[in-house]
């Protein structure tokens, strides 16, 4: 089965500087991924999606992600951030052709301070 | 176009209750799926629903059970609640259930006393 592992369960960062969120994937078969944002007492909100083609994706709110097959990594990256970027940030993972059981990392606590 | 929404948004249960929780699905999406996050961890998949049939399960015991009605809405029932049922409950509807994103709604947040 698949699953995800994120390596920074926090990562503090000033504001206006650019931020790396990592994400590592295991699975025996191609996959599907995924970055969710969550802001405090709200449910998750879409910043990007990996399905297939290229593997540089960029999503909302100025994010990007780099699909890397051989390291199987999707890190996320803002060249700079804004206060407003402070949220949770989940990687996930599911099969192509088949949504059900989405796997989700612990998720990464993103602080950005003045 | 409305998004999916969850009702209610906050519960405080007793030990040993049994709670319903519901969700609307996004509009054309016939596809929802139920999540529990627990307190500073990422969400778990409980089941899927397809066409008003479950389409996968999760490591959840059968006190966790499920509906979804014609109009694709859906039902969380939990019976006999724990303490370790406390959680943020999230639902999530598709458009399909062959791969894509999930939307997800606000969540319903369940204590249990």
């Known amino acids: 089965a698949q699953s995800v592992t994120q390596l920074d369960s926090q990562v503090p960062v000033f504001e206006e500087a650019p931020v790396e969120l990592r994400c590592n994937y295991s699975?025996?078969?191609?996959?599907?991924l995924f970055w969710y944002v969550q802001y405090p007492n709200q449910g998750l909100q879409l910043l990007l999606k990996?399905?297939?083609?290229?593997?540089l994706v960029k999503g909302i709110n100025g994010f990007e992600a780099e699909f890397n097959k051989s390291q199987t990594s999707f890190h996320l990256r803002k060249p700079s951030v804004h206060i407003s970027d402070t949220a949770e940030y989940f990687c996930?993972?599911?099969?192509?052709?088949?949504?059900?059981?989405?796997?989700f990392g612990a998720g990464t606590r993103l602080t950005v301070k003045p | 176009e409305t998004g999916v929404t969850q009702s209610p948004t906050h519960l405080i249960k007793t030990r040993g209750q049994q709670v319903t929780l519901r969700c609307s699905s996004q509009?054309?999406?016939?596809?929802v799926s139920w999540y529990q996050q627990a307190l500073g961890q990422g969400p778990q998949f409980i089941f899927q629903?397809?066409?008003?049939?479950?389409?996968g399960r999760g490591n959840f015991p059968p006190r966790f059970s499920g509906l979804q009605f014609p109009n694709y809405s859906s039902e969380l029932n939990v019976n006999a609640l724990e303490l370790d049922d406390s959680a943020l409950y999230l639902c999530?509807?598709?458009?399909?259930?062959?791969?894509?994103?999930?939307?997800f709604g606000q969540g319903t947040r369940l204590t249990v006393v």
């Open positions: 999530a509807s598709s458009p399909r259930t062959g791969g894509g994103e999930a939307f």
């Open positions: 699975s025996s078969v191609s996959v599907y």
């Open positions: 990996y399905l297939s083609g290229s593997t």
């Open positions: 996930a993972v599911t099969m192509p052709y088949n949504n059900n059981d989405m796997r």
């Open positions: 509009s054309g999406h016939n596809t």
């Open positions: 629903y397809y066409r008003e049939e479950e389409n």
